[in-house]
């Protein structure tokens, strides 16, 4: 089937409409959809693709159009509205003493439906605030609870690495993490040091996490003792992504790192030169018995 991925915010999950018929769209063209009965306005990310049909909702829905001129001064009017909208909730969570933290607020395209994220260690009884809410925009009103990663990706910011965060930039959906990854690609376990700026395990700790785990699958464990050019010796180190191996020899003190590779070849050898001995060692025996016959 063919679809066009489009995103409803930069950096957001991708969601895939019927293209219009004999309509051709650009990537970053902005286009106006309908998701929930509510009417939105999203960036084309992917102008055309072909799904198979049971990879993709039961319904599809098609692009309504592509937006005009006087649509996309409404959305950029409907963004500054809603700077205006926060301080007023801001305001009113104040009123009602509630302990919670908002966190941005959002216009729906056709102005049907408000947003308000917010961030709460626990459970929040918002009746009387979303009634407050309601009174004072004249339109239907959605709190939203969300998580930390949520709201780093909502406000944005400067990673440890010094670039702007994944997760507002590339990083369409959050993808699982655990401490094991930073252990497998040997990295400080200080939290601060592992931590975005959500507070939890930093998101890129994912992206090599598969080329470290398959060169650990590969290369020799710590401890375990192997055959080298200079003798044996118990692998004390590794450096998984240049597939350097630390030995320390049974013969001398100081450590010999070894690139992988060359354990490699040198065992080949060994094997190889076994067989060779193995070869002639029957050969002889061959010659002995056909001798003695």
Do not use: W
Not at 172 to 190: C, E, R, T, W, Y
């Amino acid at each position: 089937m063919e679809v066009v991925g489009v995103r409803y915010k930069e950096a957001g999950h991708v969601y895939y409409y019927r293209p219009g018929k004999d309509q051709e769209y650009r990537y970053e063209e902005k286009v106006i959809v309908e998701s929930q009965q509510v009417k939105l306005m999203a960036e084309v990310v992917i102008p055309k693709v072909e799904i198979d049909s049971g990879d993709l909702p039961d319904e599809v829905l098609p692009i309504l159009h592509i937006a005009t001129n006087a649509e996309l001064k409404r959305a950029a009017q409907n963004k500054e509205d809603a700077k205006a909208a926060f301080v007023i909730g801001k305001k009113k969570i104040r009123q009602h003493e509630l302990a919670m933290k908002l966190v941005s607020v959002e216009y729906t395209f056709d102005r049907s439906k408000m947003i308000f994220y917010f961030t709460a260690d626990g459970r929040i009884d918002f009746r009387e605030l979303v009634k407050d809410l309601a009174s004072e925009f004249r339109t239907r009103i959605e709190l939203r609870q969300i998580g930390v990663r949520d709201e780093a990706k909502l406000l944005g910011g400067i990673g440890p690495c010094g670039r702007p965060l994944c997760c507002t930039t590339f990083l369409g959906d959050f993808i699982p993490v655990s401490i094991k990854m930073a252990k497998d690609q040997g990295l400080s376990l200080n939290p601060t040091k592992i931590s975005g700026l959500c507070g939890r395990l930093m998101c890129c700790l994912k992206y090599e996490n598969d080329e470290y785990e398959a060169a650990k699958r590969e290369l020799p464990d710590y401890g375990k003792e192997i055959e080298t050019p200079d003798g044996k010796g118990k692998v004390i180190g590794l450096n998984l992504l240049s597939r350097i191996v630390k030995v320390r020899l049974f013969q001398k003190e100081t450590p010999v790192e070894y690139h992988y590779e060359e354990l490699k070849d040198f065992k080949a050898q060994q094997v190889a030169s076994l067989a060779a001995t193995a070869d002639e060692a029957k050969k002889a025996g061959d010659a002995s018995e056909h001798g003695q016959t």
